[in-house]
């Protein structure tokens, strides 16, 4: 195998492949890449996978002879990092692969590329297509509400229905849940339920840009294929059912706080400084007269903030949340106000864009931590 | 931090031997030893077990012939009937103030600033003769404005025959005198690595300790070490209950008596460990989220040795019983090998929070918010009535071959109807 690739090139199509590497694992043959070169098309085929999420991304470059290695993907990257921005050339010279640019000569071991597991075959025949922006934003607007608790494997994914007139994806750990839907017509008669690991999903996030306009999808049984400019990405289905989420949302929260988002996050974000740092409690006094946010730590003391710039309807409410929750829900609010729909103290709470779109719609809902 | 605040510590003397004493009148002015699990070594001393020259520590069978010699009695530790004398105490100090925090089995903080208009020393009188009064058992109660001098005084208390067993250093014109002639390795947070540190800097007494340069002692202590010099020079930084930070774990595991073969020996202990660590876990109204089941071989025996430990998270955090004995069996299953002799089975709880900051699920209820606190709450209450284990799962077995050796133990006079002591007239 020979070929050789600008600097630059080179990185930009692998900066994220590096993600799904798995860090620790029983099986060292995850630990690289698998680099495929075609001399006939001067393609390029680099590979990672961690069993789970599978991601391939093809390349131009000037291969002068075809083969396959598997290549340490930790020592790669940082030694491409390191190169200046000039050509580089490789070359596998039996177990070695040889790096050469301007005047640094690498020699990197290479492993045994026949132990790296097989790779899906890319299959675009019946694929769906969706639009790439708008499938970014419903990743965006509902990764931040996953969980990390592995005893719920449900919650570790995003729900993912696609029908033909709407597509929705919902988020939850049981403290909070994320839901964003799309208006959209996509040529299928089938109804698509499945729950996808978020590690493949944020992949794509990092991906999609204003190149590409189209993501294509391919739904089998227990993998999904997503097909998006060079990049291909396979990643399991986690099997279970999604709980009905609905159930949780309420639906007569009377008490409304209109306030800017951004004036409200900044207060929050200045207020949680003195917040408990076991339970990132901020406790919240809204009355029609003024919204008071306060925090307070034994240990350290406490803080308070006041706003009189929001309107509120309802009964007075003092209210706690958990600060880190509650910001990562602002941060995904995309109008200038938020709206916050509030019952009882011990009751979620509702957070939605105060300007409406026709493109899109999205909803929140946050547990409050208890007050005592 | 907080000035002008009064502190009383009320302390048992000798309280394990103290126990054994109220329900044997025969062993007054006995000396008397206290063993400790599977009658090892002497864990507790009475003052006349302390002046034969005896250290806490002692092997037992080191002082064979002491033990004939002085007519020394030496007992297994009977921690249910300490448990229950130790509450006894802990209810009378109730009726003397409401902000009281329980420190140990045998030590309180009594927070008496709404009494400063009465005389103190009369106030301290009063507590320890009621406690003596109604249980039998000695204490000594010491007074001062922070923690820490409560705690000297109560040293002197104890120390000065003179002062009959109480000492309020609030009142003490000559404070400086006192802290001079007590080591500081006898302060309340100087352990014996910064005993040395402070000997070898020159700050020998508690009086050179409370004038140390506060720069010098937050370097060299840390701001834990500043907090105390700053309560020795009478200035409180440690309210009630704040220094004792929430348990980030909880461990139950004793050595067996005799070595375990059996799996379902291991399960029944380990069932028994478990309901006891789950039991403190409610008492400080906490939950957990982990729990860790380990078990080992003898490794002072020459004979095959295996050890291992395995952890699980629960869905939810739980204080619920039943959650952590299902999850510690599983792991136990898994970490268990036949053929061997083992020692010891134990479990730690992690991952733990005050059950106040558990956040509610929307999926599931928690385990405030269902039956399991419920029954949780009636087991406890029960128990706590009419004697410990009194209701508990059958999962600990019956035969219990397991159980730690002691071989000298007494009655549980105050908590079981068959141990009651009967008085012949």
Redesign the interface.
């Known amino acids: 195998m020979k070929f050789s690739i600008a600097k630059s090139d080179l990185q930009s199509n692998i900066q994220y492949l590096y993600n799904i590497v798995p860090s620790k694992n029983t099986m060292p043959i995850l630990t690289n890449y698998l680099i495929e070169a075609d001399e006939q098309n001067n393609l390029l085929k680099f590979t990672a996978t961690d069993l789970e999420i599978t991601v391939v991304v093809e390349f131009q470059a000037h291969v002068t002879e075809g083969g396959k290695a598997a290549v340490l993907a930790r020592n790669l990257n940082e030694i491409i990092s390191s190169l200046p921005e000039a050509n580089i050339q490789f070359l596998i010279q039996e177990d070695t692969l040889k790096i050469h640019c301007e005047r640094s000569d690498f020699n990197l071991l290479c492993a045994e590329s026949s132990q790296f597991p097989l790779i899906p075959q890319k299959d675009l025949s019946n694929v769906i297509d969706l639009d790439a922006q708008m499938f970014k934003k419903m990743i965006e607007n509902t990764h931040f509400a996953v969980s990390s608790e592995i005893n719920r494997p449900i919650f570790t994914g995003i729900y993912w229905k696609i029908s033909a007139d709407e597509q929705l994806m919902v988020a939850t750990d049981g403290k909070k849940i994320a839901e964003f839907k799309i208006i959209n017509h996509i040529p299928t008669t089938e109804l698509v339920e499945q729950i996808i690991p978020t590690k493949g999903l944020l992949f794509l996030d990092k991906v999609i840009n204003e190149d590409n306009k189209t993501v294509s999808v391919l739904i089998e049984s227990n993998r999904v294929m997503f097909a998006y400019g060079n990049y291909t990405v396979f990643t399991h289905i986690i099997e279970g059912k999604f709980p009905d989420y609905s159930k949780a949302i309420p639906a007569n929260n009377n008490n409304v706080l209109v306030i800017n988002k951004n004036s409200l996050r900044d207060a929050v974000k200045r207020v949680s400084l003195l917040a408990s740092e076991d339970t990132f409690k901020v406790k919240f006094d809204i009355s029609e007269e003024a919204l008071l946010i306060n925090s307070a730590n034994r240990e350290e003391g406490e803080a308070n903030e006041r706003i009189e710039d929001c309107i509120y309807t309802g009964e007075p409410l003092v209210i706690a949340f958990n600060y880190r929750y509650f910001t990562s829900i602002l941060a995904v609010i995309e109008s200038e106000e938020v709206e916050i729909r509030m019952g009882k103290a011990n009751e979620p709470a509702l957070f939605f864009n105060k300007e409406k779109s026709d493109k899109f719609t999205a909803r929140f809902l946050l547990m409050p931590l208890r007050l005592s | 931090m907080k000035k002008s605040e009064i502190f009383a510590l009320v302390d048992c003397n000798n309280f394990y031997a103290a126990c054994e004493r109220v329900f044997n009148p025969e062993l007054r002015d006995k000396p008397i030893g206290i063993l400790s699990n599977n009658d090892g070594i002497i864990v507790a001393l009475s003052e006349e077990l302390k002046q034969l020259g005896i250290k806490r520590g002692t092997p037992v069978f080191e002082i064979r012939k002491q033990i004939a010699r002085h007519d020394i009695r030496i007992f297994s530790s009977n921690y249910t009937l300490y448990g229950d004398m130790s509450a006894r105490v802990m209810k009378i100090l109730t009726f003397f103030t409401p902000d009281l925090e329980i420190y140990s089995i045998d030590e309180a903080f009594l927070h008496l600033n709404g009494l400063r208009h009465l005389d103190l020393t009369a106030y301290g009188y009063k507590i320890r003769n009621s406690i003596r009064k109604w249980t039998g058992l000695p204490v000594s109660v010491g007074i001062g404005p922070t923690k820490t001098l409560a705690k000297i005084a109560n040293r002197v208390a104890k120390k000065n025959g003179k002062l009959d067993g109480v000492f309020d250093i609030t009142v003490r014109p000559d404070r400086d005198r006192i802290l001079a002639g007590i080591d500081v390795k006898h302060v309340w947070g100087v352990g014996p690595q910064y005993a040395n540190l402070l000997h070898r800097n020159g700050f020998h007494n508690v009086l050179q300790l409370a004038e140390a340069p506060q720069k010098w002692i937050k370097k060299k202590m840390t701001l834990v070490g500043l907090r105390t010099v700053l309560e020795l020079r009478g200035i409180s930084c440690i309210d009630l209950e704040?220094d004792i930070d929430p348990k980030k774990e909880i461990v139950s595991s004793k050595s067996f008596g005799i070595p375990v073969l059996s799996l379902q020996d291991l399960r029944e202990a380990l069932n028994s460990y478990c309901i006891r660590a789950v039991e403190k876990l409610r008492e400080e109204k906490q939950v957990a989220s982990q729990i860790m089941v380990y078990l080992t071989t003898n490794r002072f025996k020459e004979e095959p040795q295996y050890a291992n430990f395995a952890s699980c998270?629960?869905?939810?955090p739980s204080a619920y019983t039943p959650d952590f004995l299902r999850a510690a069996q599983t792991i136990l299953s898994g970490i268990y090998r036949p053929g061997y002799k083992y020692k010891k089975v134990g479990v730690m709880l992690s991952d733990i929070?005050h059950q106040?900051?558990?956040?509610?699920?929307?999926?599931?209820p928690s385990y405030l918010d269902d039956r399991r606190k419920k029954i949780m709450d009636c087991l406890d209450s029960i128990n706590h009535r009419i004697g410990a284990n009194c209701i508990t799962y059958a999962g600990i077995g019956k035969a219990r071959n397991w159980q730690m050796k002691r071989e000298m133990l007494t009655p549980r006079y105050t908590t079981s109807w068959d141990d009651l002591p009967l008085v012949k007239a």
């Open positions: 704040q998270r629960l869905p939810l929070t106040s900051n558990l956040p509610p699920d929307l999926f599931a």
